[in-house]
């Protein structure tokens, strides 16, 4: 057996449950990553100009069936790069992106919103953890004159 590393990369594992709490799956990524909002409003961006491609073409010809199939595949590579892993075909195994539900969004929109505030929610506490552990390495510091850092006594 080969030498191993292992490390805490920050990834955590979400359950997929419906409104009445059954179980459609599960994936994994890493809600802390900094560079996820900008992920996150990139794919707000390219899903906002898929539905106002799909509203387009609705109104110009009725092949709009195929032209929806493209667009899982582009809105699953979207959300993949997202979460900067393969978890697309966890949310859309259990129905396309661009199905329409109850509440008159497409379920892309719902697993966007979902993913948001999971995205807030982690983000807050990890970064107070983060704020809080500097701040424990940095208390006993106190700056000096010149703004210089002085071991505090």
Known sequence: MGNTIQINDGSEVFDIVNTRGELLGQ????????????????????????????????????????????????MG?????????????????????????NSGEFFVENVINAIRSVVEQKRDVKLKAVENHVR??????KTGPGGRLKKAR
């Open 27 to 74: 994936f994994t990524f890493i809600p802390s990553d900094f560079d996820i909002v900008r992920r996150y409003e990139e794919t707000v961006q390219k899903f906002e100009e898929m539905q106002k491609s799909i509203e387009e073409r609705a109104a110009q010809d009725d092949s709009g069936i195929e032209y929806l199939k493209e667009l899982d595949a582009e």
């Open 77 to 101: 590579k979207q959300v993949d790069y997202l979460f900067n892993a393969s978890v697309s075909e966890k949310f859309f195994s259990i129905t396309s992106p661009f199905t329409i539900l």
């Open 136 to 141: 424990k390495y940095t208390e006993k510091y």
